[in-house]
């Protein structure tokens, strides 16, 4: 199989659910913009590459929305600074708040699953006592004009999002430590055992989620001009569906940037084309369920059927191994 | 010869630190929320009264009933549920709604608690495939979101002309129904997952999946009868959270999962599953509660109280760890 075949069917299931929402979008709306839809729900690609990275190194990181909304109120309480200089600050708060979690992770040797349910509250406390209990406003609103140019066909928000994911796509594929991720996160024990730093590992992991999280978080309030303590809640779960509908296993060591970007595009659609015909919010909430409900169920069946035919090859081959075998020695 | 010697010590010294650790792991809850109590009790004034506990207590039942029943599923090794709230807010129009149609708030509750288990059970078969339970939740707590708030067209339902609030109401010696329900809920659910062979297989198929499979336990049927557990919690806390609040909306209870999902990890079960038990969660529940009323109590305002909440959900689930840690050594 040449090598372009075998791409598109590792990811064949959603690029067949991608071509179903954007056709369904434009059979029920003619009107429907892929391009002015998919803007407003960037950040959301970068929070879901950054917790595909936790997720691919076998580790999950349920505190990024509650990060996202923190490196919100820094930017918007800096703003003062400047809105780049507080950009800035708020994304190297929420790498080092990361890197920060990542290494007590790995030093406690604790279930990521639970010390970020902790971090998850904690973190949005923190919102709270950045922000004062209120949501907060840039001073000077005309400082956020800065996001709305175009550069080509491409705003800046977009440039910043797909510089991520090349980024990340290279990091995980192409270097050392990202591959080590790969690694800690297939086969962990053996992985150690070989001599990848399970400690390195962990801190890169959860900084790129924290620092991710911190940029789409910055991105919103910057664009928006406000932060609000209880804000991007729904983050969380939005960023998680992506990554999951994109094809990233929760298993870990498995899944790429594109997985991503499919999942992210696939949501971004669907929630942005319902959002067109006038349906309310909840109802891209009960669709994106549907389609996560349906992914993860068809994922198991495709696998139980391979796995399934997998094992009557095998059996098959025994098989016949074995009559060829009792030939062999009647004709002896 | 030397090393013979020391061999024995060195085990009996070893052993004696998993049996230290293993007492302080089971204690130091109940201890630390005597400790609070007794610390607040003497330095906040208005915090010795009857009505002061009695608000800890209503507080702990509703997420308290809850995180006993999710106790199940975390200890069959299937973590923890993400769609609480759904669930939830779900039961509570369901409560509502039939409430007002047949004047009865006795049938209203049945049928929302039977609403909430058949969700359950559906929910139970998809992860006992094998699906991951985080996954599986959160998708049901999507679309059972979406549900509620199309069917009630994300408006606020209320109960109007008849009365749905007698469970949350009703008083026994001045202590309020939900409080006996979550007591009642508690000893039940530790019963039923100590003493019974359901409850045994939930715990050996947590402990050790591949195992349990070996021996004859069925993951499909052991994984419904948790979510059976979690869904009964479920339905339960929400008849009771309907009827206090007279009124429930699709957005209502936002903070509920988390709560849920803390109480049961700060009261020391093990999100790896085998290890725990509901009064756990219960206790995890009321400490959580006891440190919130406290703070309302001293005046600090919403957003210290979340952060001071975050650091000792840390704290506590960080000691519990490591205590675990030394006790399997």
């Known amino acids: 199989m040449s090598s372009v075949s075998a791409w598109f069917k590792r990811y064949l299931l959603q690029f067949v659910l991608l071509i179903v929402v954007l056709s369904s979008m434009y059979a029920f709306n003619p009107q429907f913009h892929v391009e002015s839809s998919i803007e407003r729900i960037i950040p959301l690609g970068v929070m879901a590459a950054g917790l595909a990275v936790t997720m691919i190194a076998g580790e999950f990181d349920l505190s990024i929305a509650s990060m996202a909304a923190f490196s919100g109120a820094v930017t918007v309480a800096l703003s003062g600074l400047g809105l780049p200089v507080s950009v800035t600050i708020g994304i190297l708060s929420g790498i080092l708040l990361g890197m920060l979690q990542g290494w007590a992770i790995a030093k406690l040797g604790i279930s990521s699953l639970v010390f970020t349910v902790g971090t998850l509250i904690l973190i949005r406390g923190m919102t709270w006592l950045v922000c004062g209990g209120l949501s907060i406003r840039v001073d000077d609103i005309t400082a956020t004009d800065i996001f709305r140019g175009k550069i080509l066909f491409l705003s800046p928000l977009s440039i910043t999002a797909l510089a991520i994911l090349i980024g990340l796509g290279v990091f995980l594929s192409r270097t050392r430590w990202g591959r080590e991720l790969y690694a800690l996160g297939g086969a962990r024990p053996e992985a150690i055992a070989a001599g990848v730093r399970y400690k390195r590992g962990m801190v890169v992991a959860f900084g790129i989620s924290g620092g991710c999280s911190a940029v789409g978080g910055s991105l919103v309030s910057a664009l928006g001009g406000s932060a609000a303590p209880g804000a991007l809640e729904v983050m969380l779960v939005t960023a998680l569906s992506a990554v999951l509908v994109g094809g990233i296993s929760l298993a870990g060591g498995r899944g790429t940037m594109v997985n991503v970007f499919l999942g992210f595009s696939i949501i971004a659609i669907l929630s942005a084309g319902l959002a067109g015909m006038g349906a309310k919010a909840f109802v891209s909430v009960l669709f994106i369920g549907l389609l996560l409900l349906v992914v993860v169920l068809l994922d198991y069946f495709l696998r139980f059927v391979s796995e399934r035919d997998r094992r009557n090859r095998i059996r098959l081959a025994a098989a016949q191994a074995a009559s060829h075998e009792a030939k062999v020695f009647v004709g002896v | ?329």
Do not use: C
Request: proline share 3%; glycine share 10%.
């Open chain 2, 1 to 329: 010869m030397t090393t013979l010697d020391k061999a024995p010590l060195e085990l009996r010294d070893r052993a004696a630190v998993r049996k230290a650790s293993n007492t302080v792991r089971n204690w130091a809850l109940p201890i630390l929320i005597v400790l609070v109590f007794i610390i607040a009790s003497v330095t906040v004034p208005q915090f010795f009264q009857f009505e002061t506990i009695r608000a800890i207590l209503l507080a702990t039942s509703i997420t308290g009933i809850i995180a006993v029943g999710m106790t199940a599923i975390t200890l069959s090794g299937n973590l923890f549920s993400l769609g609480v709230t759904a669930s939830a807010v779900f039961s509570g129009v369901v409560y509502i709604w039939v409430g007002q149609a047949t004047g009865s708030m006795y049938v209203a509750a049945l049928v929302a608690i039977i609403a909430a288990v058949v969700i359950g059970i559906a929910q139970g078969f998809i992860v006992g495939l094998g699906l991951n339970t985080v996954i599986v939740t959160l998708a049901a707590g999507s679309i059972i979101y979406g549900v509620t708030a199309i069917l009630t067209k994300g408006e606020v339902v209320q109960a109007k002309g008849t009365s749905l609030e007698g469970f949350a109401t009703f008083q026994i010696m001045g202590i309020p129904l939900p409080i006996y329900i979550f007591v009642l809920f508690t000893a039940v659910s530790w019963f039923l997952t100590e003493h019974t062979l359901i409850g045994r297989n939930i715990h050996l198929l947590g402990a050790n999946e591949n195992t349990a499979r070996n021996s004859g336990i069925s993951r499909m049927r052991t994984t419904i009868w948790a979510f059976v557990s979690f869904s009964l919690g479920i339905g339960i806390a929400a008849v009771l959270q309907a009827s206090q609040m007279h009124q429930i909306q699709a957005d209502n209870l936002p903070g509920l999962t988390m709560d849920v999902v803390a109480a049961v990890l700060v009261g020391g079960t093990a999100v790896a599953g085998g290890e725990g038990s509901p009064v756990k969660s219960a206790i995890g529940a009321l400490f959580i509660a006891t440190i919130t009323q406290i703070m309302v109590l001293v005046g600090i305002p919403q957003g210290p109280r979340y952060f001071v909440l975050g650091v000792v959900v840390l704290a506590l689930v960080i000691v519990l760890h490591l205590l675990r840690k030394a006790g399997t050594r």
